[in-house]
């Protein structure tokens, strides 16, 4: 076997990461904090975030396998230090790579390698001439299969051979799901990643159980709030609707893996965030930067930032929310306070499709402003076209008002035959939705019960608004589109029952 696809360090030899021979690492790392060594000044001198105090002696912060460093004590009198820099420190020491150059000339050569390309030599003349030193590289032609290429370098004084692909449309190199575009950066980020491993395993084992007060972006860190604090803001309670605010909803945060250029802390463990590529993750919501390690156990506590979250349609409700500080969104209070001031008592209000057009041109505009632009009278004369607005804002939640997973829930409610009973399971479903989602809900059925007390002259029943509504509201999950169309009665009688027993159903 000349591959493997990502970077597994071999079966070790020398199991010389263990807590013993950590410990006497992070010892000697303590030891040399007195003075101010040189990876201290290069720390200083490059482009990192000017919020990382670089103290050495944090290393030794007692996080492994509860063993403190007999030192500590005398450190009691220093605030904490914000960022651990350990695992920066063990990057630092990783093997650089180092390019074994042929001289030869190969009149096939790819044309994606250079002087690092041997040509299909055996394996183990590729291993001996990699064992030069630690760190050297070269790519060679497999010769069990001409064509195809394997990256050979040496980590702790073995070879390691992975087959190597290279993506002709992005020009990238790549062995596993990371991609560079040099083989050069390939290495490095190999080194690094296998030295790391193999050096800070247990470290990165247990940085996520100390996180502690801190697990928070930077900017609203207070390191000194206590233990209970920190219990409390990590288990957040649910809000009471009546005094329903934005800022009290979960939420969780909107991960994607992230490249970063320089180096970079996780603000969960404050740890370094090693390698050279898709380092960590990033909150496409809030930029709050973690581990992905770390980001599994995050609490929802995003807070998202109004300048990341640039839409209104199409954006999650609960992050839209939270965003403005609403709430509800302010596109479906101006349309309401529009309808109920010129379109309760017009014929087929929210039925009567309004002018497409203008309808895209609101959309649009709202989200590149960010707020709703004039829709009065003056501006939009087709009050069709504002009940179509604010349908259309329904319709491209994605996730609707009446959430996915509750979907079932509200299904069989409904399909109950005793209508106490449909009432008590439909106002437990309720319950159980976002606040976000609870709070648009309710509001906006108060106002569908407001164009049913004009029914007479709008002829929009509850009946015939939960026709409109019952897909605009709800929609059926992936796994049940086989059978939403048959659904389609169910949802009409579930909206129906929510404007014309909301009293019932909802709180105050
Ligand atoms: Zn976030
Ligand atoms: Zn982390």
Request: hydrophobic share 30%.
């Amino acid at each position: 076997m000349d591959s493997t696809m990502v970077w597994e360090p071999q079966p070790r030899e020398h199991k010389t990461n263990s807590f013993g021979n950590f410990t006497n690492f992070v010892r000697r790392s303590f030891r040399r904090s007195g003075r101010r060594n040189s990876s201290t000044k290069s720390l200083s001198d490059s482009n990192i975030k000017p919020m990382m105090p670089c103290r050495n002696f944090e290393i030794d912060n007692g996080v492994i396998g509860g063993q403190r460093s007999p030192d500590r004590h005398s450190y009691e009198q220093v605030a904490e230090p914000v960022w651990k820099s350990h695992l920066y420190q063990v990057q630092l020491k990783a093997p650089k790579p180092q390019r074994v150059v042929c001289t030869n000339h190969f009149s096939n050569k790819p044309f994606q390698y250079g002087k690092e390309y041997h040509g299909p030599i055996s394996r183990e003349e590729a291993d001996r001439l990699v064992m030069q030193k630690e760190g050297c590289y070269l790519i060679r032609e497999s010769q069990r299969q001409p064509g195809s290429f394997v990256l050979v370098f040496n980590f702790s004084n073995q070879p390691r051979n992975y087959k190597l692909y290279f993506d002709t449309e992005e020009n990238q190199h790549y062995v596993g799901e990371k991609r560079f575009e040099t083989t050069q950066d390939l290495v490095a980020d190999g080194l690094i990643t296998l030295y790391v491993d193999l050096n800070a395993k247990d470290y990165i084992e247990h940085m996520t159980l100390n996180a502690g007060p801190a697990a928070r972006p930077p900017d609203q860190q207070d390191f000194r709030t206590t233990h209970e604090q920190t219990l409390q803001r990590n288990t957040p309670t649910r809000p009471v609707y009546n005094t329903f605010k934005a800022s009290d909803c979960e939420k969780a945060h909107n991960f994607k893996t992230h490249s970063y250029y320089g180096p970079h802390w996780c603000h969960y463990c404050r740890n370094f965030m090693w390698g050279l590529k898709a380092q960590g993750v990033r909150c496409q919501d809030c930029s709050y930067d973690c581990h992905k390690q770390c980001s599994t156990i995050i609490p929802n506590n995003c807070s998202p930032d109004r300048k990341l979250v640039k839409r209104v349609f199409g954006v999650d409700l609960t992050t839209l929310i939270k965003a403005h500080d609403q709430k509800r969104p302010q596109i479906v209070e101006s349309c309401v306070h529009e309808l109920e001031k010129r379109g309760l008592e017009l014929e087929g209000i929210y039925r009567v499709p309004g002018f497409a057009d203008d309808i895209t041109y609101l959309r649009n505009q709202i989200d590149k402003e960010g707020t709703v632009p004039d829709i009065t009278e003056q501006a939009f004369d087709d009050i069709n076209v504002i009940a179509g607005l604010v349908k259309s804002y329904f319709r491209t939640l994605p996730i609707p008002v009446i959430t996915f997973d509750l979907y079932d829930q509200f299904i069989a409610a409904v399909k109950m035959e005793d209508k106490s009973d449909v009432l008590k399971a439909l106002s437990t479903a309720l319950k159980s939705l976002p606040p976000a989602h609870y709070e648009l809900l309710k509001y906006f059925c108060r106002h569908l019960q407001r164009v049913t007390k004009y029914k007479d002259r709008n002829l929009m029943s509850g009946e015939n608004l939960g026709i409109v509504f019952g897909p605009t509201l709800m929609r059926a999950p992936d796994h049940l589109a086989m059978e939403a169309v048959g659904y389609i009665p169910y949802q009409k009688k579930i909206i129906q029952s929510l404007i014309e027993e909301q009293d019932v159903l909802f709180e105050r």
